[in-house]
C-alpha cells in the first residue's frame, strides 16, 4: 500500500519508494512508499519495533536502506551524509549534550555550520525567547525539568531552520499533563513554522490528535496512511482497526449467514451472525462479498456503533462500566462460545442513557453497519 | 513552662540519639581506620622518624641520630632532584600518550564491523601481561644484537637502545605504554559504552564533522574518564619500578633513575635507609599534593555524567 | 683499618629507636605494589625498616680470639646442622651438591644443607636482612667485591682465625685469590669460585684476517692491531665487542699496575679516595674512546652476553669476558658452526701489575655457636682441598684455587680436551702478589662500578674521556665519603 492517490513525485518534501531495510534475516522496514507534502505533519504510528524508528533515521541518513530511494525536497539524498540533508531531529531521550549550557546546546548545530557568532547568538536568543527558554540558557541540561528539556530539544531542532523536522517520540518521556500541552504546542508551532513534520509515536491517541494524516506501520509494513477520521471510519485492515481509536475497534469472528435482515437503510440477501446475534450488512458489502467465496470474516464494529438496545439481538453481559469523564464505556461479555471465554467487546453508552449494571444481561444493537475484513489476511473486504 | 520543659526533654534525646548514631557510624569505619592505621599511617609515622637518622651500611648496626638536617640534604641533592626529574620526564613521556592511544583504540573498537571482538580482545590483551612479562619480552626486542625491534630501528650492533643514554627513557616508558595500553584501552571502551549513541547521531544531523563530534560531544563525555586515567597515570609512573629493574636498573647514567628506584638501590643495594626515608616520605608527599591538586582542580574542569 | 673501628657507644637517647629489620627485595616489591595506590611507598621502607632495638644489643666486632678446632667433634648432639648460602645454578649448582653430598657422607660430625639463594644480589641482601634479625646460615658465599661490605657487618668470623688456630697452610693457593680476601694480616674469607678475565675470539676470523690464531694480542696495542686488520681485511663488521663493564675496565687497571682506591687499593687502610683516574687511567679509558670512535669497537652492554652473541653471529670476533663463561661461551658458539673459539689471556697495558681474580669467597658466620663455627670451618677446609678444587674447577670451568689441584687427574683430563679452560688458571698463577692485582677493597663497590660503568657508557657515546673519567672519580668519592660516613651508624 502507497500513500494513496499521490503520485510518488518532486512535489512532496520528503518521498520514501520501496524503503527496504534488512538486518540480517530481519527486515525492519519492508517495501515501504510514502510521501509526504510540503509542510504536512504527517505521523508514523504503530506499535514498539514495527520500524517506525528505522524509518525516521532512514530519512535522517542515520541508516542507509538495504533497498529503495529516499529523496528530499524531490532530490535523490541516498548515499549523502546526514548533515547535508538538512534535516533536524527530535529524540525522545532530546540528547542534548550534558556538558554543554543550553545556549551551547541550541547553538551547536550553527556552529557545526559555521555561521557567524553574531548571528549565532541572534538566532539563539530569538528561537529561546519563541519557545520561552530564555531564561535557562545559562544552564547545563541536568538542571532542567523534563518539560524544559523537551524545549531546548525542540530548539536546537529549529534554530538552523531545516527543510524537515523529524520527531521520534518526543514527547514520550513527560508526564501526561505536560504530553497533552506539549502536543498543542508542537502543533502550534509546527503551523507557525510551516516546515514538514514527521513525527513518530507508539501512541495512537497522540497520531489521531496531532497528525493530519497517519501512517500506520506494522512489522515494517506500511497498514494504511489516511486522515485520522477516515482511519477511524474504515480502517484498511483487521490491524489498523485494533489499534486505532480508544478504545479500539470491537473485532470479532462473524459467519455469513443467508436471509436477508431489515432495518431502517441495510437490506440484503445475506447477514453476519456474531455470537448468536445477527448484524445486517449494506448492499455495498453484500456486492464486495458477493465475488468471494467466504463463509466466516472479521467484523469489526466501534464501541460508539454499539448500543445497549432491548431491540438488538446479540447477548452479551456486562463485565464492567468505566467512565471517562462524560463518556461511559460499558464492557461486555459475549456469550461463551465452547470452552473459551466469550469475547469483551466495548460499547459506548449514550449520554444520558442508563448504564447498566455489572453483570447484568443485556442486548446490543448496532447503528451503523460493521467493517468486514478477511479472517485470513487481516483485509479489508469491502475497500 | 511545662513547654520548654518538653522541649528540653525532646533536644536531649534527640542529642542522645544523634550521640548514638555518631558512635555506631564511628563503630562501623572503625576497622578500615585501623587496618590504615596499621598498615599506613604508622608505616609512615616510622618512615618520617627513620629519616631523622643515619642508618649504618649494615642494618644490624647502630644508627646515628641526625635530625631533619638529612631532609634538606637529602632534597637537595642532585641524585634526587635527578631521579625526580626523570619522573617527571617519564610521566610526560608515558601518559599523554598513553591515552591518546587508548582512545584511538577504543574507537577503532567501538565500530560495529564483522569480528570487531578479536580486537577488542587484542586491544585489551596487555592487561593480561605482568610488568615482568613485557619487560622481558622489549628486553629481547631491544636486543641490539638479536632484537627484532632493534633490527627496524636500525640500532642493531653497538650497546642497544636500552644502554643508550638518549633513548633509554623513552624506551622505558614504550614498554610502559604499551603494558598500560590494555588497561586504559578497557577503560576508555566502558566510557565510549557509556556515551548514548543519540548524542552522537544528534550531532551527525546537527552536522559536525567525525572530528568536530570528537572533540565537542565524545572527548568531553571522556573526560571523567580521561581524568580518573590520568590521576592512576601519574600515581602508576611515580611507581614505575618492575619495567626499570628488568630493562635498565637505573641506567645507563642514571637516565632512567627514577624517584622509586632511587629510593629502591638506596634501601636495597646500599643499605642506606635513612635516605631511602626521606626520599620516600618526599615521594609521598608529592603524590599527595599532586592528587590533591589534581582533585582541587582538575576535576572542576571535568563533565560528570548526572 | 676497618676492623679496628670500634662501634659508637656514646649514645644518645634516641638510639634506642633502631631500624633493624630491612627488607629484601622481594617483599619490598610486594608491599610497595600494595600500597602503590595510597601512594605510600615510604610506608614500606618503615613498615620494615624500623623496629626498636636497645642499643646495648649493637653486635660488636669479632674478636680475633681463639677458634673453636675441633668443636664439632666434641659436640654432644652430632652431627652439627650448618648450612651454606650459595648463589650458585645449573651446572655449578649440581656440582656443589655433589661435593656437599659427598663431605656429608665422608664423616659423621657435620652434616651441611645447602641453601640456593639465586644470585649473589640477593644474597647479599637476603644476609644483611637476616643480620637484623632471622635466622643466619652458618657459611656464605658472597661475591667478590663486597668484602668491605662483610667486614662492615661485622658479623664474619676471619678465615684467618680457623687458619692461625689450625696452623692451615695456604702456602699451596694462587697468591692472587689469597691476596684478594686478606686486608693487612687477616684473611676474611676463603677464596672459592674464582675466574678472571680472558680474551675471547674466532680463530677462522683471525686466519681470514691474516692473523695467526695461535698468537691471539696480549697487549692493548696488540689489541688495536688485530682489530684494524680485522675491519680492514672486512672479515666483520668491527674488530671486537668491548663491554661497557667496570670489570674490563678494573683488570686493565690492576695489569697496568694501578689501583682503583687509594690506601694500596684500601689494604692498608680503609680506602677513602679512589685513585683510578690516575694517568693509568686516563690511557685506558681514552683507549676505549679510540676503539670507540675509531669503529674498531663495538660497545656491549655490561649486563648480557650480547658480545658472545656478536662473535657467533661474525660483528665483532674478539671480546673480553670472565673465564667463569666458558661453559656458557663453548655452549653458545657450539650453534655457530663457521666460529671457532680461542680463548686467550686477558690482554691488557704492559706494567708491574697482573690480573686480579673475580667470583666469590666463603665466610664464616660469627653468631653460630662453636661446634657449628668448627663444622663450618672442616666444611670450607673440603672445598678447598686440592682433589674438590680439582673436581669443581673441571665442572665448572671456575680457576683451582690451589696449584696441587692441576695435578689431579680429572682436572688434568678436562683442560688436556679444552685448553682454554686452563687459559684463567695460567694468567692467575702469573699474576704477582701486589696491592693492583689484589684488586680493591671498597664500601660503596657497586656505586663505585656504577660511576665507571656510566664512564664508559658516555664514552662510547662520544663524550670527552677524560673529563668523563674525572666526574666517575667525583661520583665515586661521593659515594666513598657517604658509605664511609655511615661504617659506624
Redesign the interface.
Known amino acids: 500500500m502507497d500513500g494513496g492517490d499521490r503520485p510518488p513525485g518532486a512535489a512532496s518534501a520528503i518521498s520514501l519508494e520501496g524503503i527496504t531495510k534488512s538486518y540480517g534475516e530481519v527486515a525492519a522496514v519492508d517495501d515501504l512508499s510514502l510521501q509526504i507534502d510540503p509542510g504536512e505533519l504527517l505521523v508514523l504510528v504503530g506499535p514498539s519495533g514495527c520500524g517506525k524508528s528505522t524509518v525516521l533515521r532512514l530519512i535522517a541518513g542515520l541508516d542507509e536502506p538495504t533497498a529503495g530511494t529516499v529523496r528530499i525536497a524531490g532530490e535523490v539524498v541516498n548515499g549523502i551524509d546526514p548533515k547535508d540533508r538538512d534535516v533536524a531531529m527530535v529524540f525522545q531521550s532530546y540528547a542534548l549534550y550534558p556538558h554543554m549550557t543550553v545556549a551551547r546546546n541550541i547553538e551547536f548545530p550553527l556552529r557545526a555550520r559555521r555561521v557567524p557568532k553574531a548571528e549565532r547568538e541572534r538566532s539563539v536568543a530569538g528561537v529561546a525567547r519563541n519557545l520561552q527558554i530564555d531564561h535557562l540558557l545559562k544552564r547545563k541540561p541536568a538542571a532542567l525539568s523534563g518539560g524544559q528539556r523537551q524545549r531546548v530539544a525542540l530548539a536546537r531542532a529549529i534554530v538552523r531552520r531545516p527543510r524537515a523536522f523529524l520527531m521520534d517520540e518526543p514527547l514520550s518521556n513527560l508526564d501526561a499533563q505536560l504530553r497533552i500541552e506539549m502536543r498543542a504546542a508542537l502543533v502550534e508551532l509546527q503551523a507557525r513554522l510551516g516546515t514538514t513534520v514527521v513525527y513518530v509515536t507508539h501512541d495512537q491517541v497522540e497520531a489521531v490528535t496531532m497528525g493530519r494524516r497517519i501512517a500506520i506501520l506494522d512489522s515494517g509494513r506500511l497498514q494504511q496512511v489516511a486522515t485520522p477520521a477516515e482511519v477511524q471510519a474504515r480502517p484498511a485492515n483487521a490491524f489498523v482497526a485494533a489499534f486505532i481509536g480508544s478504545p479500539p475497534m470491537n473485532v470479532m469472528p462473524a459467519t455469513l449467514e443467508p436471509g436477508e435482515v431489515t432495518t431502517g437503510t441495510q437490506n440484503a440477501g445475506r447477514h453476519l451472525a456474531v455470537a448468536g446475534g445477527v448484524l445486517p450488512l449494506t448492499g455495498a458489502q453484500q456486492a464486495a462479498l458477493g465475488a468471494r467465496d467466504l463463509t466466516t470474516v472479521l467484523a469489526g464494529i466501534r464501541a460508539e456503533d454499539l448500543q445497549v438496545d432491548p431491540e438488538g439481538s446479540v447477548r452479551a453481559t456486562v463485565s464492567f462500566v468505566e467512565s471517562f469523564g462524560a463518556e461511559r464505556i460499558a464492557a461486555c461479555r459475549l456469550p461463551a462460545t465452547g470452552a473459551a471465554d466469550g469475547q469483551l467487546v466495548m460499547v459506548r453508552i449514550s449520554a444520558g442513557a442508563r448504564a447498566p449494571r455489572t453483570g447484568e444481561a443485556v442486548t446490543l444493537g448496532a447503528h451503523a453497519p460493521a467493517s468486514l475484513f478477511d479472517p485470513a489476511s487481516g483485509a479489508r473486504l469491502d475497500a | 513552662m511545662p513547654d520548654r520543659r518538653r522541649r528540653t526533654v525532646l533536644g536531649r534525646r534527640a542529642s542522645r540519639r544523634a550521640l548514638r548514631e555518631a558512635a555506631t557510624g564511628y563503630l562501623l569505619v572503625l576497622p578500615a581506620l585501623a587496618t590504615f592505621a596499621v598498615f599506613v599511617f604508622y608505616p609512615l609515622g616510622r618512615a618520617i622518624w627513620l629519616g631523622l637518622y643515619r642508618t649504618s651500611v649494615s642494618p644490624n648496626l647502630p644508627s646515628t641520630y641526625v635530625g631533619p638536617s638529612q631532609y634538606a640534604s637529602v632534597v637537595s641533592s642532585s641524585a634526587f632532584l635527578g631521579s625526580l626529574w626523570r619522573t617527571i620526564l617519564f610521566a610526560v613521556f608515558t601518559m599523554p600518550a598513553g591515552i591518546a592511544l587508548g582512545i584511538a583504540l577504543a574507537m577503532l573498537a567501538h565500530q560495529r564491523l564483522r569480528g570487531i571482538q578479536v580486537f577488542r580482545t587484542v586491544f585489551s590483551s596487555t592487561v593480561a601481561t605482568s610488568t615482568a612479562v613485557a619487560s622481558v619480552i622489549f628486553f629481547t626486542l631491544l636486543d641490539p644484537q638479536i632484537g627484532l625491534l632493534s633490527y627496524w630501528l636500525g640500532k642493531k650492533g653497538g650497546a642497544g637502545i636500552l644502554s643508550d643514554p638518549t633513548f633509554a627513557l623513552p624506551a622505558v616508558s614504550v614498554v610502559s605504554i604499551w603494558q598500560n595500553i590494555g588497561f586504559t584501552f578497557i577503560l576508555m571502551s566502558a566510557a565510549l559504552q557509556a556515551i548514548p549513541d543519540t548524542l552522537l547521531d544528534a550531532a551527525r544531523l546537527d552536522g559536525a564533522s567525525s572530528w568536530h563530534r570528537f572533540r565537542s560531544v565524545t572527548l568531553p563525555l571522556l573526560s571523567p574518564t580521561v581524568f580518573f586515567a590520568i590521576v592512576v597515570g601519574i600515581i602508576g609512573s611515580f611507581q614505575a619500578f618492575g619495567q626499570i629493574d628488568i630493562l635498565t636498573q637505573g641506567g645507563p647514567n642514571n637516565h632512567t633513575m627514577v624517584l622509586i628506584y632511587y629510593i629502591y638501590q638506596s634501601a636495597f643495594v646500599n643499605n642506606d635507609y635513612g635516605l631511602a626515608a626521606v626520599a620516600s616520605v618526599v615521594l609521598f608527599a608529592i603524590l599527595l599534593v599532586v592528587t590533591l591538586v589534581q582533585f582541587r582542580f582538575v576535576e572542576r574542569r571535568v563533565f560528570y555524567a548526572t | 683499618m676497618p676492623e679496628s673501628n670500634q662501634?659508637?657507644t656514646s649514645?644518645?637517647g634516641?638510639?634506642a629507636?633502631?631500624?633493624?629489620?630491612?627488607?629484601?627485595?622481594r617483599s619490598?616489591?610486594a608491599g610497595?605494589t600494595t600500597?602503590?595506590?595510597?601512594?605510600?611507598?615510604?610506608?614500606?621502607?618503615?613498615?620494615c625498616?624500623?623496629s626498636p632495638k636497645p642499643?646495648t644489643t649493637?653486635?660488636s666486632t669479632p674478636k680475633a680470639a681463639a677458634f673453636p678446632i675441633g668443636a664439632a667433634a666434641r659436640a654432644s648432639g652430632k652431627p652439627v646442622g650448618i648450612t651454606l648460602w650459595h648463589s650458585m645454578q645449573s651446572a655449578n649448582l649440581e656440582a656443589l651438591t655433589t661435593m656437599t653430598d659427598q663431605f656429608n657422607a665422608s664423616q659423621g660430625d657435620v652434616r651441611v644443607t645447602l641453601v640456593n639463594q639465586n644470585s649473589y644480589?640477593d644474597t647479599l641482601?637476603l644476609y644483611?636482612?637476616a643480620?637484623?634479625g632471622g635466622n643466619l646460615p652458618d657459611v656464605v658465599q658472597i661475591e667478590s667485591e663486597d668484602l668491605q661490605?662483610m667486614i662492615?657487618?661485622?658479623?664474619v668470623v676471619p678465615a684467618q682465625s680457623a687458619i692461625d688456630a689450625d696452623h692451615y697452610d695456604l702456602s699451596d693457593f694462587l697468591g692472587v685469590t689469597v691476596s684478594y680476601f686478606r686486608v693487612g694480616s687477616t684473611l676474611w674469607a676463603m677464596p672459592f669460585n674464582i675466574s678472571s678475565q680472558v680474551l675471547y675470539y674466532d680463530q677462522n676470523a683471525f686466519t681470514h684476517a691474516g692473523l695467526d690464531p695461535s698468537k691471539p694480542p696480549t697487549t692493548l696495542d696488540g689489541l688495536r692491531g688485530a682489530a684494524n686488520k680485522i675491519v680492514q681485511a672486512k672479515v666483520a663488521?668491527?674488530g671486537m665487542a668491548l663491554k661497557?663493564s667496570p670489570s674490563t675496565f678494573d683488570e686493565w687497571l690492576a695489569m697496568g699496575g694501578g689501583t682503583l682506591v687509594n690506601n694500596s687499593n684500601g689494604r692498608q687502610g680503609r680506602a677513602t679516595r679512589v685513585t683510578f683516574d690516575s694517568s693509568l687511567g686516563k690511557s685506558i679509558i681514552g683507549f676505549y674512546a679510540q676503539m670507540f670512535s675509531s669503529h674498531l669497537a663495538?660497545?656491549?652492554?655490561?649486563?648480557?652476553y650480547?658480545n658472545l652473541?656478536?662473535i657467533g653471529?661474525g660483528?665483532s670476533p674478539m671480546t673480553l669476558e670472565t673465564s667463569a663463561a666458558l661453559g656458557t661461551v663453548a655452549g653458545l658458539l657450539g650453534g655457530y658452526k663457521q666460529v671457532k673459539l680461542g680463548v686467550g689471556p686477558m690482554p691488557g697495558p704492559t706494567g708491574n701489575g697482573g690480573v686480579y681474580v673475580g667470583g666469590a669467597g666463603l665466610y664464616m658466620v660469627s653468631k653460630s655457636p662453636p661446634e657449628r663455627q668448627d663444622g663450618a670451618w672442616q666444611y670450607i677446609k673440603y672445598l678447598i682441598a686440592p682433589a674438590q678444587q680439582a673436581t669443581w674447577a673441571a665442572a665448572s670451568g671456575y680457576v683451582p684455587v690451589r696449584k696441587s689441584a692441576v695435578d689431579v687427574p680429572v682436572l688434568k683430563a678436562r683442560w688436556a680436551s679444552l685448553p682454554g679452560f686452563r687459559v684463567a688458571y695460567d694468567q692467575i698463577l702469573s699474576s704477582p702478589v701486589t696491592a693492583a692485582t689484589a684488586g680493591a677493597v671498597m664500601?660503596?663497590a657497586?656505586?663505585i662500578d656504577?660511576a665507571i660503568?656510566?664512564a664508559l657508557?658516555?664514552v662510547?657515546?662520544g663524550r670527552p674521556a677524560a673529563a668523563t673519567l674525572a666526574q666517575a672519580a667525583a661520583t665515586a668519592n661521593q659515594a666513598l665519603s657517604?658509605?664511609n660516613?655511615?661504617?659506624?651508624?
Open positions: 662501634p659508637d649514645g644518645r634516641e638510639q629507636w633502631l631500624p633493624r629489620k630491612p627488607l629484601d627485595r619490598f616489591l610497595a600500597l602503590a595506590s595510597a601512594g605510600l611507598a615510604s610506608s614500606v621502607l618503615a613498615a625498616g624500623a642499643k649493637a653486635t644480589p641482601s644483611t636482612a643480620l637484623a661490605l662492615d657487618t661485622r658479623s663488521k668491527y661497557l663495538q660497545p656491549a652492554s655490561a649486563t648480557t650480547d652473541v656478536a653471529n660483528i664500601g660503596p657497586n656505586q656504577t660503568q656510566d657508557t658516555s662510547s657515546q657517604s658509605y660516613s655511615r661504617v659506624q651508624g
